[in-house]
C-alpha cells in the first residue's frame, strides 16, 4: 500500500508541476482586464481601421506588451509607447481610451485621417508624456492652450491639419521643448513673442499655408540653441529684425514666399553655422551684404523672385560648399562672378536667369564635374559656350535661351551621357548643327535652338536623338532635306522646322512618331506631295505645312483624324477638293488659302468636265430640239426609277430610323428633338460637335448635341464603343455633372440630349462680357463644384471616367452659377486591361492642353490628376488675369510672382489677396514638376 502510495505520489508530481508552472505562465500574461491591455482593447474598437491592422495583430489571447506598435516599461510593464502612424485610421482620437494609459511617453498617431478637435481630455491625464506627434490628419478647431501643462514634452508636431485660430501665448512655458511644428494649417494672428522663451528649442516649423499677420517678433532671437527654422509660405511681412544674428547656431534659415521687405540684413554674415539660407519669393530691395562673405558653411543660397540689385558679389564665387546658388528674376548686373566653380567645386545648380547680366559665362562652372543644372536664359550675355560646360559630364540642363551668346555650338554638347534638356534659342549662335552618327546622347529629351543664325544640311545624326521630346528649330537657316532617320525618334511630341530653307519632300518617316501632338513645317521650300503616312500620327493636334511648295490633294486620310484641333496648309500649289468630313467641318478658309487649285468646302465649288456653254450655243435649233426631248425622256425615266426607289427606301426605312435611348423618364419624343436641329438653335460649335437649344412641348428647354460624322469604316467600332460610353454616362448621377436625358442615333447620326445651362459657359462668363461681374467668392466656389464633379468621375464611377478635355469651356453654369462638368463628347476610360483599341489610348482635347492622365499611356496617380487639371483651371478662373490659352503664357513670363503684383492693386483681388496667393502658388507648384513633389508632400 506504501509502495502504492509512493508510486502514485511520484506519478502526481509532474502533473502538480505542470499545473504551477500553468499558473506562473499565466499570471505572467496579462489578462484582458488589465488596465494597459483593456484601454489597448478599447482604443482598437473605438478607431476606424480599414486594414484591420489592431484587430489582427492586438489579441487577448497575447501579451500586450508583445503587440506591434506598442513598447512597455521593462520594469513594471505599463505602456510607455504607442506608434499607430501611418494606418489610415479615421474617426475622432479616442481620448477616453488613451487617457487609461497614464504612463505613456510617446504617442505618434501621424498619416491618419483623424477628424476631431484635439482631445483635451488627454492633457489631464498623460502627465509623462514627452513626445506628441500627430502630424498630416485633418484636425480642427484651436490649437489647446492648455497643453504646455504637459511639463515634459520635448517633441510636439501639430502639423498638417486644419488648426485654425492663433498660436496661444502659453506655448512660450514649455521648458524642456526641442522640437516644436505647428506649420501647414490655417493659424492666424500675430506669432506670439512668448515663443521666445523656449531657450531650449532646436527646431521651430511655422510655415506653409498659414497666414499671420505681422512680422518676425525679435524675442525669436533669444533661441540660442535654434538649428532650424522655417517659416516659409506663411504671410509675414515687414523687415527681418537684426536679432536673428544671435542664432549662431542656425544652420537652416527658410522665409521664402512671404512678403518680407527692407534691406537684407548685415547681421545675417555673423551666423557662421549657416548652411541653408533661403529668402526667395518676397520683396527684398537693394544688394548682397557683403558680410555674407563670412557665410563659409553655406550650400544652399535662394534669393530668387525678390527685387535686388546691384552686381553680383565675387565673393559668391568664393565660397566653398556653395552647391546651390539661385538668384534668378531679379535686377542684378554686371557679369556671373568668373570664379564661380573654382572653390566651389560641389557647385551642382546655378540659376541666374531673368537678370540683367552682361559678360561672357564663367569657364570654371563644372571645375568639380559636379554641375547637374546651369540656367541663364533671360540676360544679355555673349561670348561662345566655355568648352568646360560644354564638356561637362555630370550636366542635366543647360538653359541658355534669350541672350546674345555666338559663335558655333561644341559638338561634344550632344554627347553629354546625362543631358536632358538643351535651350540655347533666341541668340546669336551660327555655323552648322553638328550632330554625329552614333555619338549623340539618347538621354536629351528636349532640343531647342530656335531663331538663332544656325546653317548647313539637316543632319542625319538626328536619329540618334532616340530619347528627344522637342524638336525646337525654327527661324534658323538650315537647308537640304529632311532625313529620314527622323523616323526614328518614336518619343518625339512637338516638332517645329519653321522658318528654314529645308527642302525636298516631306519624309513619310514622319509618320512613325506615333507620339506627335505639333508638327509645323511652315515657311520652308518643301515640295511634292503631302505623306499620307502623316494620318498615323493619331494624336497629332497642331499641323502647319503652309508657305511651301507642295503640290497635289490633301490626303482624304488626313480627314479622318479626329485629333487635329488646328491645321493650315495655306499658301502651297495644292489641288482638288478640300475634305468636308471629320475635323475639316470645322475649319475655316484661312486654313486652305492661297492654293489656286483647291476648291468645296470652304472656297469656290468645284466645277464639272462636262460640255461647255460656249459648245451648246453652236448647236442648230433642230439639234437642240432633239437635245431637250432626250433630256425630257430620260427625266421620265428618273422619275419611274425615283418611285421603285422610294419603295425599297420604304422596306429599309426600319433601319434608318431614328432610335431615342432615355436614361431618366422623359415627357418628349425623338421626333421633338429632331425639330431643335435648326440654325437659329445653335447655341456652340467646336471639335465634339454642334450643340442646338430646344424647348420641348412639355416646357423642359434642353440642349442636343450632333456630334461629327462619322464614316461607314468606322460603323462597327461606333456601335461598339460609342454606344458603351453613352450606356455608362447616361448613368452618371451627380450634382456637378451635366445630366445626359438621352441620345437618339440612326446609321449615320447621334444626338446627345442634355439638361440646358441657361448661364453658358465658365469660359464665356469669365472671358465674355460677363467677366466683370464675376466675383471671386463665386469664381473659388465654381473651382470647388468643378472638382468635386471630376473626383466624382475618377472616384466613384466603374470603370473611372477620365475627361481629357477639363477647361473652363466645359464647366457649365445652371442659373445659380453652379458648376456641372459637361462635354464627354472624348472621355474614355481607364480600364484595368491592356488591350483596348489603339484609340483608347491616343491623347484627346483641346489645343494646349494635354489630359494629365495620358502622359505615356501609364495609368497616373488620381492626386496627379487633379493637380494637373487643377492648375488649368485655376488659371482660367483667376480674375485679375487675361485668358491664356497655355499654362506657359503665364508661368514663363518675367515670373507669374509679377501676377501677384498685379493682383495686389486690382480691387475685388486686394479682398482676397491671401486665398489667390495660395491658389496661384498651388497652381504653380502642380505646373513645375519638381515643384509637384513638395505639394504631394505638403498635402
Known sequence: MAHSTAAASTLLLPVLLLIATSTLYGAAVDSPLSPDAAALLNLSAALTDPSGYLATHWTPDTAFCSWPRVSCDAADRRVISLDLSGLNLSGPIPAAALSSLPHLQTLNLSNNIFNSTFPEEIIASLRSLRVLDLYNNNLTGLLPAALPNLTDLVHVHLGGNFFSGSIPSSYGQWSRIRYLALSGNELTGEIPPELGNLTTLRELYLGYFNSFTGGIPPELGRLRALVRLDMANCGISGEIPPEVANLTSLGTLFLQINALSGRLPTEIGAMGALKSLDLSNNLFVGSIPASFASLKNLTLLNLFRNRLAGEIPEFIGDLPNLE??????????????????????????????????????????????????????????????????????????????????????????????????????????????????????????????FNNRLSGQMPTGIGGLVGLQKLLLAGNGLSGELPPEIGKLQQLSKADLSGNLISGEVPAAIGKCRLLTFLDLSGNKLSGRIPPELAGLRILNYLNVSHNALEGEIPPAIAGMQSLTAVDFSYNNLSGEVPATGQFAYFNATSFAGNAGLCGAFLSPCRSHGVATSAFGSLSSTSKLLLVLGLLALSIIFAAAAVLKARSLKRSAEARAWRLTAFQRLDFAVDDVLDCLKEENVIGKGGSGIVYKGAMPGGAVVAVKRLPAIGRAGAAHDDYGFSAEIQTLGRIRHRHIVRLFGFAANRETNLLVYEYMPNGSLGEVLHGKKGGHLQWATRFKIA????????????????????????????????????????????????????????????????????????????????????????????????????????????????????????????????????????????????????????????
Open 324 to 449: 546651390v546658388l539661385q538668384l534668378w528674376e531679379n535686377n542684378f548686373t554686371g557679369g556671373i562672378p568668373p570664379n564661380l566653380g573654382v572653390a566651389a567645386t560641389g557647385l551642382k545648380i546655378v540659376d541666374v536667369s531673368t537678370n540683367k547680366l552682361t559678360g561672357v559665362l564663367p569657364s570654371e562652372l563644372c571645375a568639380g564635374e559636379r554641375l547637374e543644372t546651369f540656367i541663364a536664359l533671360g540676360n544679355s550675355l555673349f561670348g561662345g559656350i566655355p568648352d568646360g560646360l560644354a564638356g561637362c559630364p555630370s550636366l542635366t540642363r543647360i538653359r541658355l535661351g534669350e541672350n546674345y551668346l555666338n559663335g558655333t555650338i561644341p559638338a561634344k554638347l550632344f554627347t553629354l551621357p546625362n543631358l536632358t534638356q538643351i535651350e540655347l534659342h533666341d541668340n546669336l549662335l551660327s555655323g552648322e548643327l553638328r550632330l554625329e552618327d552614333g555619338k549623340v546622347s539618347s538621354s536629351i529629351g528636349e532640343l531647342s535652338l
Open 784 to 939: 470647388v463644384e468643378a472638382a468635386k464633379g471630376l473626383c466624382y468621375l475618377h472616384h466613384d464611377c466603374s470603370p473611372p471616367i477620365l475627361h481629357r478635355d477639363v477647361k473652363s469651356n466645359n464647366i457649365l453654369l445652371d442659373a445659380d452659377f453652379e458648376a456641372h462638368v459637361a462635354d464627354f463628347g472624348l472621355a474614355k476610360f481607364l480600364r484595368g486591361n491592356a488591350g483596348g483599341s489603339e484609340c483608347m489610348s491616343a491623347i484627346a482635347g483641346s489645343y494646349g492642353y494635354i489630359a494629365p492622365g495620358t502622359f505615356s499611356s501609364q495609368i497616373i496617380s488620381l492626386y496627379f490628376l487633379l493637380h494637373c487639371w487643377y492648375t488649368q483651371l485655376t488659371v482660367h478662373t483667376f480674375p485679375c488675369y487675361c485668358p491664356v490659352n497655355s499654362l506657359q503664357k503665364l508661368f514663363h513670363l518675367k515670373g507669374f510672382y509679377n501676377v501677384l503684383f498685379k493682383v495686389s492693386f486690382a480691387a475685388q483681388c486686394y479682398l482676397h489677396y491671401s486665398n489667390m496667393l495660395r491658389l496661384v502658388l498651388f497652381a504653380a507648384q502642380c505646373y513645375y514638376s519638381n515643384m509637384l513633389r513638395l505639394v504631394l508632400s505638403v498635402m
